[in-house]
């Protein structure tokens, strides 16, 4: 498991233009943009996006933890 792990995150180190992928729809809508809003409006969207998981897992341990301690 270790094995696999190391090559992954070499593989993620030594290419890290595919990390970088984006639409192209979306990358001609926030280079066109000359003041900026879309690109904020995306960007927070993606916040968005990435902190609702966390959020949910992180209130599943919650619940758990506090039906462990009771």
Known sequence: MKTRFLILLLIILLFP???EAQCAMCRAVVESEADGKTAEGINNGIVYLMAV??????GLFFFIYRKMRA
């Not at 998981?53 to 992180?58: N, R």
């Open 17 to 19: 233009a595919v990390s």
């Open 53 to 58: 998981p966390y959020i949910l897992v992180a």
